[in-house]
């Protein structure tokens, strides 16, 4: 099959001579031009905080919202930043490449970083979010380091009174011819998480992760094989324990193009905590980005200890996450998205957490060469989605959704659409 994805302690003079190296760095730091934002519709210029961050300059991401009229607000817990103006509303979380535009979920090139306080994004991502979330006309100037923002009226006034200089070209006779269609997608794997002597998480009412999760599966599984000509796996079907890297080995042996780990998400604390933290969130493999997603990997790893050979997941963790991560990183990303939205749209009874999507080091999706993704469908902590999860009408909907975002996964990369 043709694929398309392939601790030391500083004495006194230590401590100063770090210290000199930290004031150096700074100062040495390459110089940013001032970026500034101009609303045409205020006649307003504002100057942005801005920086070189990796050798790139980058801009505030809340100075340039607040120039275009939103009112921010940072969460510090999930590491979130919330801008709303009107109707619009924009969110982002540190280091994640997703943003949301009122309820719908968009990929951008990379996650924003944060500095001084601050989210730091290149302007030409700042353009692109506004472009996405505001119905105003939205430019950046890098000749002169300025973000424009124009009505969308006068924006297109003024395109209609400049003369038309560029030049017109022959048609893309290339483009035209339809291409043939390759099946890139037939076999999917699928891994309910836990299992016979690693339970997984348990509610308060007593439902176990491990039953939760075979049930989803098995209904995701008879889904598949009724309405497609698809392989579907499982790495279990039965109530019995599998080591995480015998999951991995598993999806590669069977040549899988797709590769989803289901589970159940919990959270320790009081009632109060437990009941007030809900949703569900798609994880694809990566360096997790804030505290909560590392959280929800070291439980997830923490099967490891009942294995045998759990020494060998510390001598290949770093070299597994380069190989996997890298080379399937985009389509992972992209079925995580595809998933969030199914999710988003089709279940009544279990909110998004946060953007919906997360990034960790999940064991699970280690060394699988194909796209992956790691979905806590929901907080089995939560008294409420306890009694959700557990329900069979709700597993068959989650089922459905999950089947519906490989459909369009599997059009997406077969048709180009």
Partial sequence: MTRLWHGKILGAGGAFLA??????????????????????ATGKEQSCASSVIAGIAQVSVSDVCEAAGFTWKWDFGSQKLSCVKKNARLTLVQGMP??????????????????????????????????????????????????????????????AAAPDTAARRPADTVSQIKQPRQEVVKTVVLD???????????????????????????????LIKKKTKLAVYCTRETDRFIPLVNRTKF???????????????????????KD??????????????????????????????????????DNLQDILIDM????YLRESQD????????????????????????QANFWVLNGTYMPSVLIEVGFISNTQEEKNLADAAEQKSIAAAVFAAIMSFKKKYEEGQ
Avoid at 19 to 40: F, Q
Avoid at 276 to 289: D, E, H, I, P, W
Wanted: net charge neutral; proline share 4%.
């Fill in 335 to 358: 079925l995580s998205i595809m998933i969030t939205e199914t999710f988003t749209s089709s279940l009544k009874d279990i909110p998004r957490l946060h953007l919906g999507v997360g």
């Fill in 19 to 40: 210290a000199a190296a930290v004031i150096a760095a700074l100062l040495c730091r390459p110089a940013c031009s001032e970026i500034r934002v101009k609303n045409e």
């Fill in 276 to 313: 007030g933290t809900r949703g569900y969130k798609v994880y694809f493999l990566s360096q997790a980005k804030n505290e909560e997603d590392k959280l929800v990997a070291m439980r997830e790893n923490a099967v490891i200890k009942l294995e045998d050979n759990s020494r060998t997941y």
């Fill in 251 to 273: 999806a590669n042996e069977k040549k899988a193009d797709i590769f989803v780990s289901i589970h159940a998400n919990s959270i320790e604390g009081d009632k109060k905590k």
């Fill in 192 to 222: 309910p998480g836990h299992g016979g002597m690693d339970p997984g998480a348990i509610g308060p009412g007593g439902v176990e992760e491990k039953k939760v999760t075979l049930d989803i599966a098995l209904a995701l599984r008879d």
């Fill in 324 to 327: 996997a991560g890298n080379e």
């Fill in 98 to 159: 997703f943003y949301l535009v009122n309820d719908t979920l968009r990929q951008m090139a990379c996650g924003p970083v944060r500095e001084g306080g601050m989210l730091f994004l290149p302007p030409a991502l700042c353009r692109e979010m506004l472009a996405a979330t505001l119905k105003d006309s939205i430019a950046w100037r890098e000749e002169d380091s300025l973000l424009v923002i124009a009505p969308r009226a006068a924006a297109a006034k003024a395109a």
